[in-house]
């Protein structure tokens, strides 16, 4: 049963989102991967978060570009956390989509990552890191991330 939620902007992308998938299936945690559109799909939006909690959601990663609004309009529609990935896919190479998902007013939080595939991996960490406060696996598969990654840091070049 998927217990993170990824949901992107667009089909496009799935390219720089797919590393918050891949290091949750690492982590031994299922997601769902979505495309809903805070501007072109929000009715799927709404539906989609009125479900999610009692489809067995605990976080929801929202990675969107442009004018990026999903993540907040997410935090809007749900109690769940909502990690927000501004996705490098305008002119403005994801300055606009970091703006738009870093500086929710008060009240309605998004923890905002990088910009592009490094927040995205960083978002599905983050997710197992919030979710290990509660489950003794995932603590341990997200200490064993932490130990074999520092094992395979060369010394050297
Ligand atoms: C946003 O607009 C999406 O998150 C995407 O990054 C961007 C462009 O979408 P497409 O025109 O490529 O579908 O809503």
């Not at 390219?15 to 982590?27: D, G, S």
């Amino acid at each position: 049963m998927a217990r993170v939620a990824i949901l992107m902007g667009s089909p496009n992308d799935y390219e720089v989102m797919k590393p918050a998938e891949k290091v949750l299936a690492q982590l031994g945690i299922e997601s769902d991967v979505r495309v809903i559109s805070a501007h072109r799909t929000p009715a799927r939006l709404v539906s989609f978060l009125a479900e999610a909690e009692d489809q067995g959601i605990e976080v929801v990663i929202c990675g969107a570009g442009g004018a990026a609004h999903l993540a907040g309009a997410a935090a809007a529609h749900t109690p769940l956390p909502v990690l927000g990935v501004p996705i490098d896919s305008s002119p403005l190479n994801g300055w606009d989509a970091l703006l738009a998902t870093v500086q929710m007013p008060p009240g309605v939080p998004v923890a905002t990552f990088g910009v592009g595939a490094w927040g995205a991996k960083n978002a599905g960490i983050f997710a197992a890191q919030i979710m290990a406060g509660a489950d003794a696996e995932v603590r341990k598969a997200v200490e064993k991330f932490r130990a074999d990654q520092t094992a395979n840091a060369p010394e050297r070049p």
